[in-house]
């Protein structure tokens, strides 16, 4: 199996971007991850919420194949503990034959069109926090919950 992260619009912020970056290369200790960065789209203030979120679903749908398991991170989602994520995810290392592909949207959230062709949705917290640092909450999570599979010492109960 292998873990696809997609993500609207790159990281701004240098230091968010650095942490990110660290977390990334850890998790590629345990299991083939790859980052997709969506381009960020173009005369934005112009756009509905609804178009925006449109055009970067068409974004998102080009990256994804035939047989994926498709996880949108929402805030409507369901939430986990660490290690009932991490057992979630050993769940899913051994049932999802391809890609496991975990989606962070932009500002607005996804379109309908992503909507229904998402498997499960999960949300990291009840509070809202900007696509920014949403994917640095989830990357220490993704290699926090391969520390827990793993019995390593990251994680304290």
């Known amino acids: ?6 993500m ?5 912020n240098t230091n968010i971007a650095s942490l990110f970056e660290e ?10 991850l790859d980052i997709i960065t969506l381009p960020e789209l173009k005369n934005t203030k112009k756009m509905s919420e609804d178009n925006q979120k449109s055009l970067e679903g068409e974004q998102i749908s080009r990256q994804l194949m ?8 929402d805030e409507r989602g369901k939430e986990y503990r ?7 995810i050993e769940n899913k ?6 890609r496991l592909v975990f989606i962070i949207g932009g500002p607005y959230g996804f379109s309908e069109k992503i909507y229904g062709l998402a498997n499960e949705k ?23 919950a391969f520390t827990i599979i793993k019995g390593e010492p990251y994680h304290h109960e």
């Open 1 to 6: 199996m292998k873990i696809v992260l997609i």
């Open 8 to 12: 609207v619009k790159k990281t701004s």
């Open 23 to 32: 977390y990334a290369t850890r998790i590629k200790h345990y299991i083939n």
């Open 66 to 73: 035939p047989g994926d398991w498709i996880v949108l991170l």
């Open 82 to 88: 660490s290690v009932e994520f991490s057992s979630w």
């Open 93 to 98: 290392m051994n049932t999802v034959n391809k």
């Open 122 to 144: 999960i949300s990291l917290s009840k509070m809202t926090f900007s696509h920014q640092i949403i994917r640095l909450i989830f990357i220490e999570q993704l290699y926090r």
